[in-house]
């Protein structure tokens, strides 16, 4: 008996659906989409975000999705999850949700996601040869359980200024869409 292709991807849809309920009834607070192969993830909450409103729904999640159309990559496709100390997600739990999301690049906005994104991936990391790559550095983009991983070491504050503006431009230009496997 042969599973049609609807069928098979049905399943693959009904169980994404389910481990994403698990990771939200575990308090991961994610937005955007699910099967985006960016995932940002962000550790210091900015202003937009303390005054109530939708993670990265302030200037830095905009110049971030602006940032991605320029790239390339569908409006669409991006997703984050917060790391920061209000929703004190265990590296554990970090990891589970990475692996679960599966997406092609992660993104830390700030070094607290970089820290958290350290403290998830510390196995992984600590086998890189490389110490800045295994420290994260900012800039660097590294290799770690078939994802690209960027640290991108503080975009909210380089909004302030154009020639960090410029910088941060430079390290997200390293991350461009990897195109279709095939």
């Given amino acids: 008996m042969t599973v049609s292709q609807s069928a098979r991807a049905q399943a693959c849809t009904n169980k994404?659906?389910?481990?994403?309920?698990e990771l939200a009834n575990k308090g991961v607070l994610m937005v955007g989409n699910?099967?985006?192969a960016v995932l940002f993830v962000k550790g210091e909450p900015g202003p937009a975000q303390e005054a109530g409103g939708e993670l990265m729904s302030?200037?830095?999640?905009k110049a971030l999705r602006a940032a991605l159309l320029r790239l390339g990559y569908a409006p669409e496709d991006w997703l984050a999850v917060d790391v920061s100390p209000q929703a004190a997600i265990e590296p554990?739990?970090?990891?589970?949700?990475?692996?679960?999301?599966?997406?092609a690049?992660?993104?830390a906005?700030?070094?607290?996601?970089?820290?958290?994104?350290?403290?998830?991936?510390?196995?992984?990391?600590?086998?890189?040869?490389?110490?800045?790559?295994?420290l994260l550095v900012p800039g660097r983009v590294v290799?770690?359980?078939?994802?690209?991983?960027?640290?991108l070491g503080g975009f909210e504050a380089a909004l302030a200024?154009?020639?960090?503006?410029?910088?941060?431009?430079?390290?997200?230009?390293?991350?461009?869409?990897?195109?279709?496997?095939?």
């Fill in 16 to 21: 994404m659906r389910q481990e994403l309920q």
């Fill in 58 to 61: 302030g200037p830095d999640g």
């Fill in 105 to 107: 690049t992660v993104v």
């Fill in 161 to 182: 200024s154009d020639k960090q503006k410029q910088v941060m431009w430079a390290r997200l230009k390293q991350i461009p869409p990897l195109g279709e496997p095939y």
């Fill in 109 to 134: 906005c700030d070094e607290a996601a970089a820290a958290a994104l350290r403290d998830a991936l510390a196995d992984d990391l600590s086998a890189l040869s490389n110490l800045d790559d295994a």
């Fill in 92 to 103: 554990a739990l970090l990891r589970r949700t990475i692996c679960a999301l599966d997406p």
């Fill in 34 to 36: 699910a099967f985006s």
């Fill in 143 to 151: 290799q770690v359980l078939g994802m690209r991983v960027l640290n």
